[in-house]
C-alpha cells in the first residue's frame, strides 16, 4: 500500500511539474546566452543550488555536499575519515565486550561456580557453626569496573564522525556559495549593457530596448 501510494505521489509531482510553464521535468533552467571563454566547470559552479546540497544531508553519507561541490578530492578524504571514525567504533566495542574487569577483593574465602563467561564468584563469609562443620553465607563477588578504553575509543569515533559530518554540510555550503558568486562575479563585470529607444506608430508603441553583450 504505501509503494502504490509513493507511486500515485510521483506521478503527481511529474504531473504538476509538466503543466508549469518550466514544461519538461528536466527543464529545471531556461537556456541562456553563456561567455565564450566560461568552462564546463565555471558553468557548473554558477548553477549548483544550494537546496540541492542540502538535500544531500538526507543522505547519510558523508562527503556527498563536497563531491556536489566539485571538490572530489576533499570528499574522498571526508569519507576516509568516516570510516576510521566507525573503525573506531567498532574497535571500542569489541574492547568493552571483552573488557569486564577484575574480580573484587575479599579477606573471606572464595566459592566459584561455572567457568569463562559464566563464571560466578561468592565469598564464603562464616555465620556460625553446626558441629566441627562451619556455615557460610553466600556473597556474590563483582568485577570492577574495566578500565575503559573501549568506551573512550566509541566516544572518539562518535565525536569524529559527528565532526567529519559538520564540516561536510558546513564547509560543502560555503564552497557552493563562494564557487558560484566568484563566477558570476567574474562574468558579471564583462556584461556591457545598452539600451535603445524603440518606437511603432503604426501600433502607438513605444518604449527602450535593453541589451547586453559580453
Request: glycine residues 12%; aromatic residues 8%; negative net charge.
Amino acid at each position: 500500500m504505501k509503494t502504490i501510494i509513493s507511486i500515485l505521489l510521483l506521478v503527481s509531482l511529474m504531473y504538476a511539474q509538466e503543466q508549469s510553464p518550466g514544461g519538461d521535468v528536466l527543464n529545471e533552467s531556461p537556456l541562456m546566452p553563456v561567455p565564450a571563454d566560461m568552462t564546463f566547470e565555471e558553468y557548473r559552479d554558477m548553477n549548483r543550488r544550494l537546496t540541492v546540497g542540502l538535500a544531500l544531508t538526507a543522505v547519510p553519507i558523508p562527503g556527498l555536499i563536497h563531491d556536489y561541490a566539485g571538490e572530489k578530492k576533499k570528499a574522498k578524504r571526508i569519507r576516509r575519515v568516516a570510516l576510521g571514525s566507525v573503525g573506531l567504533i567498532v574497535a571500542g566495542a569489541f574492547m568493552a565486550g571483552d573488557d569486564k574487569g577484575e574480580w573484587q577483593d575479599t579477606d573471606y574465602n572464595i566459592y566459584v561456580e561455572g567457568e569463562g563467561d559464566s563464571e560466578l564468584r561468592y565469598e564464603m563469609i562464616p555465620i556460625g557453626m553446626i558441629g566441627n562443620d562451619v556455615t557460610y553465607d553466600l556473597k556474590p563477588l563483582h568485577r570492577k569496573q574495566g578500565s575503559g578504553g573501549g568506551g573512550l575509543l566509541i566516544v572518539l569515533g562518535v565525536g569524529l564522525l559527528v565532526a567529519d559530518i559538520i564540516y561536510d554540510v558546513y564547509h560543502g555550503v560555503k564552497i557552493i556559495e563562494e564557487k558560484r558568486d566568484a563566477v558570476r562575479f567574474k562574468y558579471g563585470k564583462q556584461l556591457n549593457f545598452s539600451y535603445a529607444p524603440e518606437m511603432n506608430l503604426k501600433n502607438n508603441y513605444a518604449g527602450v530596448k535593453m541589451t547586453y553583450n559580453f
